[in-house]
Structures are given as structure tokens and as C-alpha cells.
């Protein structure tokens, strides 16, 4: 039988790089620490062996459709399968001087776009059991708070779909190029940091009812909140570390076999928070 593996993104550093570590001591596969550069990515995996830890590493640069796509073939060949996925590769632009709609296209391309098409590749190589952790932010139930009645009736409707929700993303997108995304009940502070977080919650929520539907094997998909942590895209203002950020992500990626709960919910110290209006 294959060996089992997990994958961690945008983890040379971070919250990512301690989300590996954790994963080496814990988890009994192989975990792949992976980067957009590579230079980058060998050193936290150089690190990380001076720690006694064995990550492995592979080149994935979520933005990029053809790199999302190797890495599924890499894993395809080398373990015929996936069975942990923790989606924490993000960007947040502190940059005042870039114009609005540039900041809020790019940080909603990451953060949900690139997110949801690692997912739609990777999803169909998921092994029965795996685990599926999608990094969000409490930042998503602050913009969801700031968002108009209409869109939190939308974003906390249980029958929304994935190409709702897309729309709803791309909307905000296109609004926000011309400064209209308030007059239109978006939540607009941050960035577009909040409103990307609310679709990979809600994203998350949609995959695990879409996965149920199919009769997927015990496959369980969560949204997380790290926390606060001192990080680069927190200008190091966070109080947390970020080990301490990994732990609610680590909870999520190793439930337990046929855990009935969580399952499709929004995960802050490893308690289930409920997303409503």
C-alpha cells in the first residue's frame, strides 16, 4: 500500500512552516512542505532537519494553474493518492499606496480562486479518510458582520452553491475597481482580506456538503481561524506564535477516522464557531 502523505501550502515560513513541523512529529506519512520559490523552500526544509524532522519538499505556486497541476501528478505517481491538504497559502497587501480594486483583485485571486482550484485538482486524488484544512481568519465573521443583510442572507445560506459564491467573489472584484463595493453592501476594509476569507469558509462549508452528496469516504473538509500570530502578513503584531497558530490547523488535519463532527464548519481553538447572520 502507498505511503500516506500530506501536503502543506505556502509553508516555508509562518504559520505553514509550523503546520509541517507539527505534521513530521505527528502524522504517520510522508508531509511536503511546499513553496513558490525553491531557494526558499530547501531552506525551511534544511531547518527543519536540523530539528531531527524529515519534510519533504516540492515547488507549487497556487497562482499558477500548470504548477497546481504537477504537483498532482507528483503525487499521483509517487503515493497514488493524498490524504491530508491544508490550504494556507495567502497574501494580504499592507501597501496603502496601491489603488484599491488592484489590492482587493489580487488578495481574492489568491486567497479564494487559486485556494478553490487547488481543491478542484487536488480533491479527486483524496483517499478515503483524508483530511481537508482550508486556513480562513476571524477576519471572515468580521466582514461577514460589515457585509449588508442581502450578502449575509447569501454567504450564510446552506444551499449556496460554489458558482454562487464565485460570482458573489468576482462581483466584489469588479465593483472594487471602480470604488463601488460599499454602495453595493460589500464589506471593504482590509483590503478584500475579509471578503476572501468569507469564501474560503463558506467554500469550505459548500465542499463537504458537495463531498456528502457524493458518498466520499469519511472525507472531511474544515475552515480554521490560527488565531492572532506574529507573522510577516501580521506586520508581526500577533501575540500568538506560530506554533501555536498550527494547532487549530493541526487539530482539523488529524480527526480522527469517522469523526461525525466537525465536519464543513468554521474552526477557532479547535471549537466550532457558528457562521449565521
Same mark, same amino acid.
Given at each position: 500500500?502507498?505511503?500516506? @502523505? ?8 509562518? #504559520? ?9 512529529? +505527528?502524522? =504517520? !506519512?510522508?508531509? *511536503? %512542505? ?31 494553474? &500548470? ?5 498532482? /501528478?507528483?503525487? +499521483? ?5 493524498? /490524504?491530508?491538504? @491544508?490550504?494556507?497559502?495567502? *497574501? ?27 481543491? &478542484? ?18 477576519? $471572515? ?9 442581502? %450578502? ?7 444551499? #449556496?452553491? #460554489? ?6 467573489? +468576482?462581483?466584489?472584484? =469588479?465593483?472594487?475597481?471602480? !470604488?463601488?463595493? =460599499?454602495?453595493? !453592501?460589500?464589506?471593504? $476594509? ?17 465542499? +463537504?456538503?458537495?463531498? /456528502?452528496?457524493? !458518498? ?26 506560530? /506554533? ?5 490547523? #493541526?487539530?482539523?488535519? %488529524?480527526?480522527?477516522? &469517522? ?19
Amino acid at each position: 500500500m502507498a505511503r500516506r @502523505v500530506a501536503v502543506v501550502t505556502g509553508s516555508n515560513k509562518g #504559520i505553514g512552516f509550523a503546520i509541517v513541523r507539527a505534521l513530521c512529529k +505527528q502524522f =504517520d !506519512g510522508d508531509v *511536503i %512542505l511546499t513553496a513558490r520559490d525553491e531557494g526558499r523552500g530547501q531552506a525551511a526544509v534544511k531547518a527543519l532537519q536540523g530539528e531531527g524532522l524529515q519534510p519533504k519538499f516540492q515547488p507549487l505556486d497556487i497562482d499558477d494553474h &500548470n504548477s497546481v497541476i504537477r504537483l498532482r /501528478d507528483f503525487l +499521483q505517481q509517487t503515493y497514488d493518492g493524498l /490524504d491530508i491538504l @491544508v490550504n494556507n497559502a495567502a *497574501i494580504l497587501f499592507h501597501d496603502e499606496s496601491l489603488p484599491y480594486g488592484k489590492r482587493a483583485k489580487e488578495v481574492i485571486k489568491t486567497n479564494y480562486f487559486s485556494n478553490l482550484d487547488v481543491c &478542484n485538482v487536488l480533491f479527486p486524488i483524496l483517499r478515503p479518510h483524508a483530511r481537508v484544512v482550508n486556513l480562513s481568519s476571524v477576519m $471572515s465573521q468580521i466582514g461577514l458582520n460589515g457585509c449588508s443583510e442581502a %450578502l449575509r442572507a447569501r454567504f450564510t445560506d446552506p444551499t #449556496i452553491s #460554489i458558482e454562487e459564491l464565485s460570482s458573489l467573489m +468576482q462581483r466584489f472584484v =469588479d465593483l472594487s475597481q471602480d !470604488g463601488k463595493q =460599499d454602495e453595493a !453592501g460589500y464589506f471593504s $476594509s482590509y483590503h478584500g482580506y475579509a471578503m476572501s476569507k468569507i469564501g474560503v469558509t463558506v467554500m469550505s462549508m459548500i465542499q +463537504q456538503r458537495e463531498l /456528502d452528496k457524493a !458518498g466520499a469516504e469519511d472525507i472531511v473538509v474544515n475552515a480554521c481561524c490560527p488565531g492572532y500570530v506574529d507573522t510577516d502578513m501580521s506586520e508581526h503584531k500577533g501575540f500568538l506564535t506560530i /506554533d501555536q497558530g498550527a494547532e487549530s490547523p #493541526i487539530y482539523c488535519a %488529524l480527526l480522527p477516522p &469517522n469523526v461525525s463532527s466537525p465536519r464543513g464548519k468554521f474552526i477557532s481553538q479547535k471549537n466550532i464557531v457558528e457562521w449565521k447572520m
